[in-house]
DNA sequence: CTATACCTTATGGTATATCATGGGTTTTTA
DNA sequence: TAAAAACCCATGATATACCATAAGGTATAG
């Protein structure tokens, strides 16, 4: 949850916002990050919740089906587990910073069960982008939300 | 739950009114809050209403769609958790304070399973604004009525 | 019926704990 | 052996927890 902006220094560490490690703390000290497959910049979540996608995603398409094959190996073969230290930081590899391009402001956001990292100024388009989207399609949004 | 005005200090510290605290302090002492969609104000309702949403978004949608990326994007990306103090207070983020343009003074409205926080000049504007919707209905509710 | 005592709630102030961030040192590895 | 990564400690800022006071309301006793 909630959007936190921190700063990358020198030797492109970046504290993990501590809501989310609260998060993952009780299991282990570690999460897994990845490009993002449609947008410019990282994902991140625990490893346990990779597990549940790669079951979901061979539940969910045929065996011999590319879609899966291109979804697997975009996923699992781009994610990478990073420890965080005593102080929650974390080291980004220039893989990803450069996805996101990421200089000296990592923009963590929340997306419930996983989490995303922006520059600032990408967020900021994106968020006024999903913001003009929902509203547009809010009747819809209205119905299923109010089913509670 | 009745509408209550409650001061906001130079810290952001606003007190949850006691009403709205009893709902929730069965089961815990947070709430979680979030900029408004569509008005000039703050939403807050318990952890557990958001997860329900959370919960009922996965479903209808496929972890891959774009819809799922949004609404989660929009929803956690925004709502924070405020964890009120043995005096039943919260210390609300600027960003919050900024979109409901609050100061000095909150004024909690009760909606049902969640509630509102405006500033009284905007309240006043939106009360006006539902009760002529109301009247504006009025005719149809009336001969409704009359039937029986 | 009135006055007082008690309880709840809001609000102001203060101290403590937590967190993000910077720098230095050691250990690993390429 | 040089560079990078993990580890450790220091510090300033900030949020959180706690205490004290004030105000309003209710119940009980006189």
Same mark, same amino acid.
């Given at each position: 949850?909630?959007?936190?902006?921190?700063? !990358?220094?020198?030797?492109?560490?970046?504290?993990?916002?501590? $809501? *989310?490690? %609260?998060?993952?703390?009780? =299991?282990? #000290?570690?999460? !897994?990050? *990845?490009?993002?497959?449609? /947008?410019?910049?990282?994902? +991140?979540?625990?490893?346990?919740?990779?597990?549940?996608? %790669?079951?979901?995603?061979?539940?969910? #398409? $045929?065996?011999?089906?590319?879609?899966?094959?291109?979804?697997?190996? =975009?996923?699992?073969? $781009? /994610? @990478?587990?990073?420890?965080?230290?005593?102080? +929650? &930081?974390?080291?980004?590899?220039?893989?990803?910073? @450069?996805? /996101?391009?990421?200089?000296?402001? /990592?923009?963590?956001?929340?997306?419930?069960?996983?989490?995303?990292?922006? #520059?600032?100024?990408?967020?900021? @388009?994106?968020?006024?982008?999903? &913001? %003009?989207? !929902?509203?547009?399609?809010?009747?819809?949004?209205?119905? @299923?939300?109010? +089913?509670?």
């Amino acid at each position: 949850m909630d959007t936190i902006f921190n700063k !990358v220094d020198a030797k492109g560490r970046v504290s993990l916002p501590s $809501d *989310y490690r %609260a998060i993952v703390k009780e =299991l282990s #000290t570690e999460i !897994v990050c *990845y490009r993002s497959l449609t /947008a410019p910049c990282i994902e +991140g979540c625990t490893e346990e919740l990779l597990d549940k996608l %790669a079951t979901e995603i061979e539940n969910a #398409t $045929d065996f011999f089906s590319e879609t899966q094959d291109n979804l697997t190996n =975009l996923i699992f073969g $781009d /994610a @990478k587990r990073f420890t965080f230290d005593s102080t +929650g &930081r974390i080291m980004l590899t220039e893989k990803l910073l @450069k996805h /996101a391009n990421i200089t000296d402001t /990592a923009v963590f956001v929340g997306k419930g069960r996983k989490f995303q990292i922006w #520059t600032p100024e990408n967020w900021e @388009k994106e968020e006024a982008r999903i &913001r %003009a989207e !929902v509203l547009k399609n809010r009747p819809t949004l209205t119905r @299923k939300t109010e +089913g509670e």
